[in-house]
């Protein structure tokens, strides 16, 4: 699997520290351990700069009206929860030409 670091900037959370730092390290390895797992993808693309963190990928994709169900796991739910503590959005894409999970903060 090849990776791809594309950054133009250090992330620059809203309210930084060790607790914020971590949280978002354990949603960006979530969402490698995903693309690794499930995805099926030979690229990964992580891309930040001041406002956000991108990871994206090449692989089949998600269906994404079964993020939130009882039985899809953890993962996606633990990324959103940790994404509220630091104060991000987190957007959710995919097709069958791959997905991307995106932090957004002010």
């Known amino acids: ?25 354990r949603i960006v390895q979530e ?21 956000s963190v991108t990871i994206s990928d090449n692989g089949k994709g998600f269906d994404l009206t079964k993020v939130n169900q009882q039985n899809s796991g953890h993962g996606i739910m633990g990324m959103q929860r940790r994404a509220d503590q630091i104060g991000a959005e987190l957007e959710l894409s995919s097709s069958s030409n791959g997905s991307s999970i995106k932090l957004i903060w002010p």
């Not at 990776?3 to 959370?13: G, H, S, V």
């Open 31 to 51: 969402a490698i351990t995903n693309v690794i797992k499930h995805g099926e993808a030979t690229h990964i693309t992580i891309a930040s700069d001041a406002t």
């Open 1 to 25: 699997m090849e990776f791809n670091w594309q950054i133009a900037d250090e992330p620059k959370l809203p309210q930084p520290g060790p607790s914020q730092n971590l949280n978002l390290l």
